[in-house]
């Protein structure tokens, strides 16, 4: 049961996460990816579909750069609406944490 909350919960809040990262700047997939297994171990096949979904509604841009050690590489942005839907999406994941702690240390 705790593995289905978790499970949920990185699902819940994977597109907050990806517009954080990209609201400290433009940032490639992988790199975007390697940031959020690190700090929410979510996994790096769930990022590439949302990227283009994000591409899709307008919240991030593109650009591809060529890589003198590979292929290249396309970098994301947030677009104007994307940096809007960031800020309304971090209040409102901060004003729902106070409430769930404030639940949860009521019932202690």
């Known amino acids: 049961m705790a593995d289905s909350i978790q499970i949920q919960l990185r699902k819940g809040v994977l597109d907050l996460c990806v517009l954080a990262v990209l609201s400290r700047g433009e940032s490639y997939g992988y790199e975007?990816?390697?940031t959020l297994v690190s700090a929410v171990g979510m996994g790096e096949g769930t990022i590439?579909?949302?990227m283009r979904r994000m591409q899709t509604?307008?919240?991030?841009?593109?650009r591809?750069?060529?890589?003198s050690s590979g292929p290249p590489r396309k970098y994301y942005r947030l677009?104007?609406?994307?940096?809007?839907v960031f800020e309304t999406?971090?209040?409102?994941w901060r004003a729902f944490t106070v409430a769930?702690?404030?639940l949860l240390e009521d019932l202690s």
Do not use: F, M
């Open 79 to 84: 677009t104007e609406l994307g940096q809007t």
């Open 100 to 102: 769930v702690d404030t």
């Open 64 to 67: 591809i750069v060529e890589s």
């Open 57 to 62: 509604d307008g919240l991030v841009a593109t």
């Open 89 to 92: 999406h971090r209040s409102d």
């Open 32 to 34: 975007i990816a390697s």
């Open 48 to 50: 590439y579909p949302l």
